[in-house]
């Protein structure tokens, strides 16, 4: 009796140590987000963020897409972790490899703004990581799409190199078995890859990354015959040859300021920009999908808002990974 007694506490004890052992593993290391990370030491962090994009917003439109985006690129890149907002005096930072040359600064500026106003009433609580997916949700909303609620929690990087970004960014010339096995890298589906190319919805993008599909797409085919030839001859118009680098144009042709579906009935009329656009529609793979967003709004947004949220879990640091930046383009110490 008493030796049975003894034995099942001492059961207990075991228990319970493992019990906080379990505990503190998972807080080092798969600690989870939560949506309401910051209640008790900053609970405006949403309204503060939101606010700042907003007065950004109201003095340039490209605030949307440039933030939009920033987070995926920094997501994609060691994890969404702020990794790209890091500047570096030698010019070797994630911002800095060639695959970033085209992020506009007001992604940049969206972020660093938001910060100072967060700091300003929470000082070193609230990372730049979730900055910046707070800051990527708001400009979906202020363009006109769905919103969501951000997951909060993520730890900001300590390193940032631009030899990590090659390879890790999909180049617009990718087809979908490419897009496929990029994205699943990152956890995320066709679906929500899918759903996610619907970014391109908004924003500009160079001559040169598409001039290729304008001038020399192979010998017999210089312009890419699943091109709209009208559309083709307005990017032409657009994108003479030997244009100034520094010229973009829409990625919507349709409604270029609204975040909508239309990209992929843009897609189904043979208007996508890129190649990696085009495929999903001409791709029998993923044509259903393309399809589907085309005509019910409702299943794009919903995907999109789910896509996004996974999006935000790539590569995350948490509980006491990383670092709370007190300024988003430098390091701690
Ligand atoms: C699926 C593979 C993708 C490829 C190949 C791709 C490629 C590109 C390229 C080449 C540009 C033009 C950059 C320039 O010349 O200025 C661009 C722009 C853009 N991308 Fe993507 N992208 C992809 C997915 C995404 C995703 C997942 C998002 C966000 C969720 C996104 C958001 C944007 C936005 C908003 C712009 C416009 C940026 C601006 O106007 O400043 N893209 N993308
Ligand atoms: C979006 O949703 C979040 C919470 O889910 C809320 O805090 C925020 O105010 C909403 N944004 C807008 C513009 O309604
Ligand atoms: C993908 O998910 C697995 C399992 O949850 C996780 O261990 C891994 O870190 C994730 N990969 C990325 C890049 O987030
Ligand atoms: C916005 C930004 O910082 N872009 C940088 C990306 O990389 C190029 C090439 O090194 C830099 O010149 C840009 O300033």
Do not use: W
């Amino acid at each position: 009796m008493d030796r049975v007694r003894r034995g099942s506490s001492s059961l207990m004890v075991l228990h319970l140590v493992l019990t906080v052992l379990m505990i503190m593993g998972r807080s080092r290391s798969d600690a989870k987000l939560t949506k309401n990370f910051y209640a008790a030491r900053c609970p405006n962090v949403e309204l503060i963020v939101q606010q700042a994009v907003s007065t950004k917003f109201s003095q340039t439109f490209t605030t949307i897409p440039a933030t939009l985006r920033l987070f995926f690129h920094d997501c994609f890149v060691e994890g969404c972790d702020a990794s790209v907002m890091i500047a570096s005096p030698n010019g070797d930072a994630e911002k800095d490899a060639p695959d970033n040359l085209s992020l506009a600064g007001d992604g940049f500026d969206t972020v660093i703004k938001a910060k100072q106003a967060v700091e300003a009433q929470c000082p070193g609580v609230v990372s730049c990581a979730d900055i910046l997916a707070l800051t990527a949700r708001d400009v979906v909303v202020l363009a006109g799409g769905p919103n969501f609620s951000v997951e909060l929690g993520r730890r900001d990087g300590l390193t940032s190199q631009a030899s990590r970004v090659a390879g890790n960014l999909p180049e617009p010339t990718a087809h979908l078995a490419e897009l496929n096995s990029l994205f699943a890298k990152n956890n995320l589906t066709q679906l929500e890859m899918i759903a996610l190319s619907g970014a391109h919805t908004l924003g500009f993008s160079h001559c040169s990354r598409f001039a290729n599909r304008l001038y020399s797409f192979t010998p017999a085919n210089p312009v890419d015959p699943s091109l709209d030839p009208t559309y083709a001859q307005q990017l032409m118009a657009e994108c003479p040859q030997n244009v100034d680098p520094s010229i973009a144009v829409q990625m919507d042709p349709v409604t270029p300021t609204t975040f909508d579906n239309v990209y992929y009935q843009n897609l189904v009329n043979k208007k996508g920009l890129f190649t990696s656009d085009e495929v999903l529609f001409s791709d029998a793979e993923s044509q259903p999908t393309v399809l589907d967003f085309a005509n019910n709004p409702s299943s794009f947004s919903a995907a999109f808002v789910t896509a996004m949220i996974k999006l935000g879990r790539v590569g995350v640091k948490t509980g006491t990974a990383g670092e709370i930046r007190t300024d988003c383009t430098a390091f701690n110490s």
